[in-house]
């Protein structure tokens, strides 16, 4: 069974989202995405300084199996990448809520606020059963 972590924001399309301290969000995959997608072998990340949308694609994630695009989960604006994943894309892999995230954003007003609108670990739980 796939790790659902409590104080997440989830999506559809199986992202996650962690207030990081004051309006910057960490997103990255669920556990279950990338349990699903298979061994991951390259990710694409958009540039530092891109507008994101919410629920629009922001990137790529190439697996063994396939291509599946990457959904913002929020709308702001990118302002870290995670680098690890240029040279390691397995990490998405091997620790998909912490080494493996893939990008942080900066939101209209604060983090917590913004992940809280996503659905919660047990919504999130009821969707991949």
């Given at each position: 069974?796939?790790?659902?972590?409590?104080?997440?924001?989830?999506?559809?399309?199986h992202?996650?989202?962690?207030?990081?301290?004051?309006?910057?969000?960490?997103?990255?995959?669920?556990?279950?995405a990338q349990s699903q997608l298979g061994d991951i072998v390259f990710v694409e990340f958009p540039e530092v300084g891109?507008?994101?949308?919410?629920n629009q694609p922001m990137g790529t994630i190439e697996s063994?199996?396939?291509?599946?695009?990457?959904?913002?989960p929020l709308t702001g604006k990118v302002t870290k990448v995670n680098e690890a994943l240029i040279d390691s894309p397995e990490l998405v892999n091997e620790s998909p809520y912490e080494n493996g995230?893939?990008?942080?954003?900066?939101?209209?007003?604060?983090g917590e606020e913004a992940v809280s609108s996503l659905m919660d670990a047990d919504a999130y739980r009821k969707l991949t059963e």
């Open positions: 069974m796939s790790e659902i972590r409590q104080g997440l924001g989830y999506t559809e399309e992202e996650w989202a962690a207030a990081a301290g004051g309006s910057i969000v960490r997103i990255g995959i669920t556990d279950h891109a507008e994101v949308e919410m063994v199996k396939t291509v599946s695009d990457l959904f913002s995230w893939i990008v942080e954003i900066e939101v209209e007003g604060g």
